[in-house]
Nanobody
Framework: VQLQASGGGLVQAGDSLRLSCAAS????????MGWFRQSPGKEREFVAA????????YYADSVKGRFTISGDNAKNTVALQMNSLKPEDTAVYYC???????????????????WGQGTQVTVSS
């Protein structure tokens, strides 16, 4: 699976951004589609994920209630709507795909074998 992420940018605290991930080369079957982020000096951390198809959604506690992940199976895209952004949300955001994902591993980066190139999100205070 090839993934292309877009939509990052520089915003102020409280603003919103919408990230999009276009997937190509996906075969049939269940996939976990996730968003992760990484800040300088920190490990890559889980943000949100959804099961494709099916739609079950999972969020990190730090973004629950502010971020929403959604998938469009027909268009092969996964979006991350980010509202009420905070400076601590500043990071490079990556989309990732995990074929035949095991739900217990959906928050684990090593469960994903395809990654997009990353898009920078910067939130100023």
């Amino acid at each position: 699976v090839q993934l292309q992420a877009s939509g990052g940018g520089l915003v102020q605290a409280g603003d919103s951004l919408r990230l999009s991930c276009a997937a190509s080369g996906r075969t049939s079957g269940r996939y976990g589609m996730g968003w992760f982020r990484q800040s300088p000096g920190k490990e890559r951390e889980f943000v949100a994920a959804t099961i494709w198809p099916g739609g079950s959604k999972y969020y990190a506690d730090s973004v629950k209630g502010r971020f929403t992940i959604s998938g469009d199976n027909a268009k092969n895209t996964v979006a991350l709507q980010m509202n009420s952004l905070k400076p601590e949300d500043t990071a490079v955001y990556y989309c990732a795909a995990a074929p035949r994902v095991i739900l217990s591993s959906i928050r684990v980066p090593s469960a994903y074998d395809s990654w997009g190139q990353g898009t920078q999100v910067t939130v100023s205070s």
